[in-house]
């Protein structure tokens, strides 16, 4: 049998001691072929500012979601072959499909109300639909956007800082019928209360124990802040910055109520509550303040404060603590 002794590339003749043989169980043929160049890693960052994270690539079902979650920092890791591996493959295809709420895993409209499912489940323009069903999906980089996000939680860093009340399980997180709460805290932290770091968590938690009229001094004090700094009107106080205003308004509260109510009718006459007398305190203040001024210095008993005490008494023609004639 005649054997064509050319080079199957080029056409050229091969030497005439040119054997073809297989190595390793590969042609020549195939020993020739470029290897494939593999694909980029994708990299995941996520609102927060965190550092990038690095997504599996390998796409076996919904298995590379949980694989991404098992390289997430100080979340319970999801063991592949267990029950709670199963369902978090089943939770994660129904929030890949825009699908939230589907069987079996069912909210009551009041906690769907809250989650704001229909949000979550509207199909936005221009997505990508997959199979002969054409089923609209979301992409894998939002998913990994959102378990990266919503794991913040099980951060140090990040509110609660109670760990032991979070769930111990993927499946837990993503769906626990028996929680008293909003079922989901997945979801929950996606759309109704966003990880919050220590600090504000904290500071919600201060504003909430607050009452409202206090806060409405704190509201005073922090304009005069940002008055004085030239900082932007949405500035928001840190917690530190917020228990020192907090601070401020307890002491002003305190030094108010040593106003003597019934000699000279002092108080009844200029201060018939604590809300005018804050307001002198605040004109005061707001033409005194200088750029760069901490907010440590609208404390009661620093030099604005002995100066606001001082401009009153003149006014009046009393100190206003003992009600005696200056």
Not at 206 to 231: C, F, H, M, S
Not at 292 to 303: F, H, R, T
Request: charged share 25%; net charge positive; with cysteine.
């Amino acid at each position: 049998m005649c054997q064509d002794n050319s080079c199957p590339y080029c056409g050229q003749p091969l030497p005439a001691n040119f054997q073809r043989k297989r190595i390793k169980g590969l042609s020549v043929k195939d020993k020739l072929k470029k290897p494939r160049k593999r694909a980029e890693t994708p990299v995941v960052t996520t609102l927060w500012g965190q550092a990038p994270v690095t997504a599996p690539t390998k796409k076996t079902g919904m298995n590379r979601f949980i694989e991404f979650w098992n390289t997430l920092p100080h979340v319970p890791k999801c063991k592949k072959g267990t029950k709670s591996y199963t369902s978090a493959c089943k939770f994660l295809e129904q929030f890949r499909r825009f699908e939230v709420g589907s069987p079996p895993f069912l909210f009551t409209s009041e906690v769907a109300k809250k989650l704001n499912i229909k949000k979550i489940n509207k199909i936005p323009p221009n997505v990508s639909r997959r199979g002969p069903t054409q089923v609209p999906v979301r992409r894998d980089d939002e998913i990994f956007e959102a378990l990266a996000t919503a794991a913040l939680v099980y951060d140090p860093q990040y509110a609660p800082l109670n760990k032991k009340v979070l769930p111990g399980t993927l499946f837990g997180f993503l769906y626990n019928a028996y929680s008293k709460g909003l079922i989901s805290m997945f979801l929950s932290k996606l759309e109704l209360c966003p990880p919050l770091l220590l600090d504000a968590g904290r500071l919600d938690e201060l504003e909430q124990q607050t009452p409202d009229w206090k806060l409405d001094i704190v509201e005073i004090v922090r304009g005069l802040y940002i008055y004085a700094n030239r900082k932007p009107e949405d500035y928001e106080l840190s917690l530190e910055e917020f228990k020192i205003a907090l601070n401020v308004t307890n002491r002003i509260i305190s030094r108010y109520e040593k106003i003597p109510t019934n000699q000279y009718h002092t108080l009844l006459h200029h201060f018939p509550n604590h809300t005018e007398f804050v307001e002198w305190w605040r004109g005061y203040c707001q033409e005194h303040v200088w750029q760069g001024m901490p907010i440590q210095a609208l404390l009661p008993g620093k030099a604005m404060w002995n100066k606001f005490v001082d401009f009153v008494n003149a006014d009046l023609g009393r100190d206003i603590f003992t009600g005696e004639r200056i």
